[in-house]
């Protein structure tokens, strides 16, 4: 139904069916076509729609959203960060990807300033590692898997400090030990 609206050229129906949605379901695709939708012209939109295979160089003339679309598409962009991190806070690959179209869009429409505030909410991924265990519970070894470490989590604070000054001298020592051989 909200490509229909699209193509009718509704955006305050397909407006209402994206907030319906988000009522039913908080995917972060959603979200993210969600806010695509608020920061494209509704006539670009529907002729993506229409035409997907038509190579993209016959008419590249693209036009910038308003800004008032721009500021539409970043509050929506916030509510969904808000959402991941307030309330899904196990959803931490989902917020990752969030954050990556943010940042795409504010590369693309933003100031400078815009994006390093995306950017500075980017966490950080580590590799962990964590116990396998079979059927009976008991131990059969151990798997690495990447996590994210978001600058606003708290309880990551101390150990972040302490794996960056473990970084930094890491890095300290291969660059003595490479100028010396």
């Not at 009522?23 to 729609?49: C, D, M, Q, Y």
């Not at 991941?84 to 690959?93: G, P, S």
């Not at 990807?97 to 869009?105: G, I, N, P, Q, V």
């Not at 101390?158 to 100028?179: C, E, M, R, S």
Request: aromatic letters at 12%.
């Amino acid at each position: 139904y909200i490509d229909y609206e699209i193509g009718e050229g509704e955006r305050v129906r397909a407006r209402d069916l994206y907030e319906r949605l988000l009522e039913r379901t908080k995917h972060v695709k959603v979200w993210i076509s969600f806010a695509r939708f608020e920061s494209v012209p509704l006539h670009k939109l529907a002729l993506e729609g229409e035409a997907e295979d038509q190579e993209a160089g016959e008419d590249d003339q693209a036009e910038a959203p308003t800004y008032d679309m721009q500021q539409k598409a970043r509050e929506i962009y916030k509510r969904a960060y808000h959402f991941f991190r307030d309330t899904a806070t196990d959803m931490k690959e989902e917020c990752v990807m969030l954050l990556e179209a943010w940042k795409a869009f504010e590369a693309e429409f933003g100031t400078a300033e815009s994006l390093k505030e995306v950017e500075a909410k980017m966490p950080r991924q580590v590799k962990r590692r964590r116990a396998v265990r079979d059927e009976a519970g008991e131990e059969v070894g151990m798997e690495e898997y990447y996590d994210y470490i978001f600058a606003d989590e708290a309880g990551a604070a101390p150990n972040l400090k302490l794996l960056q000054a473990a970084y930094k001298w890491k890095k300290q020592k291969v660059a003595d030990d490479g100028g010396n051989e």
